[in-house]
């Protein structure tokens, strides 16, 4: 079983920036960031396989950066500019094998991490 543990979040003014980080047990190739708002649907954010290539959803790109420390093995989502509607519990999910197309799909991922909360005020 892989352990994923999600850490940083918070909140912030508009136009802010937060940074959140996940680390995971595994050596997994495929790595996500979803977000839930209440009453939504879990959507994927950003996505990174093999540690270099990444998948933005429209929503977010151009404002926020997927990454991996690979010395620390630890996947990072920087998020600069962020809006009121970016408000929502974020979760961190692997998988040892995905397609390009699937990093923003839900069920390519087997493993999550139990989510961290992001609040941005107007």
């Known amino acids: 079983q892989v352990q994923v543990v999600e850490s940083g979040g918070g909140s912030v003014q508009a136009g802010g920036s937060l940074r959140l980080s996940c680390a995971t047990s595994?050596?997994?190739?495929?790595m996500g960031w979803f977000r839930q708002a209440p009453g939504l649907d879990r959507e994927g954010v950003a996505g990174i396989m093999s540690d270099t290539y990444t998948k933005y959803s429209e929503s977010v790109k151009g404002r926020f950066t997927i990454s991996k420390d690979v010395a620390n093995d630890t996947l990072l989502l920087q998020m600069n500019s962020l809006k009121p509607e970016d408000t929502a519990m974020y979760y961190c999910a692997t998988s040892y094998g995905c397609s390009t197309s699937d990093l923003l799909r839900r069920n390519a991922y087997p493993y999550w991490g139990q989510g961290i909360k992001v609040t941005v005020s107007s």
């Open positions: 595994g050596n997994t190739v495929c």
